[in-house]
């Protein structure tokens, strides 16, 4: 393997988990609102809410995790095409 070559992977390996870095955070904190949304809504509808609790935790857990996977999915397409753009292309489509 050609040093060109291993510094290609590395610069790609860089791009890709540099976005989904950044979709990770926003998804975490993205869920972490929703949670507390999430929980304050359950304790206003309390009396309307028949065989759960305000905080059902297998409910908020499964969601959270169906939602994480969502959003790290639809991080992962974009950063796999970033990764594939040269730098001066990109620049010079600015």
Known sequence: MSLACAWRSVRNARVISMVLKEGTVLAIL???IGLGGGYLVGRAMQS????VTAFD???FVGVSALLLAAALLACWFPAWRASRVEPLEALRYD
């Open 30 to 32: 993205g869920t972490l």
């Open 57 to 59: 935790v297998r409910a």
């Open 48 to 51: 309307t809410l028949y065989g």
